[in-house]
């Protein structure tokens, strides 16, 4: 005959481990709804995401068209490597290219350093310095 406390105790572990195993079917049943929920949620965040970027780029779009009319066709191309070396080609000091462009000397030095970039009309005019030589200039700045 088997010893009593050898089946009691195998007793105890039976109906622990089937407790056991009912606790856990009940959290893994958890876990799988959440992680349903989870990517239902990732899908709903992607799609306004999505309709957020839309309606970001279509103001965009509408104010680039007008700008686009206004601007001429050509598009001049700006870098501040190249302002620096018209600057130094044609012997001038920021601030005298500030008079010149008709802007601040601070907001030279920015272009140059790449900080910021001009706007369309001062582009236009720095373009028109690439045709300039040195006595235009001084004749400019005099003036």
Known sequence: ???????LKSEISRVSRKEV???????????????SQIAELR?????????INRIRKAPAGAAES???EEEPAVKIRFSPKSLIA??????????ALARLLGVS???????ESGNTRPRARQIEAIAALRSMGKRDVARKLDA
């Open 66 to 68: 007008a700008d686009a």
């Open 86 to 95: 018209q600057r130094r080609r044609l012997g001038l000091s920021a601030a």
């Open 21 to 35: 195993r009912a606790e856990t079917q009940v959290l893994k049943k958890s876990v799988t709804q959440y992680r």
């Open 105 to 111: 000397a601070l907001s030279v030095y920015k272009w």
């Open 1 to 7: 005959m088997p010893n009593i406390g050898t089946a």
């Open 43 to 51: 899908r709903r965040m992607q799609t306004l995401e999505q309709q």
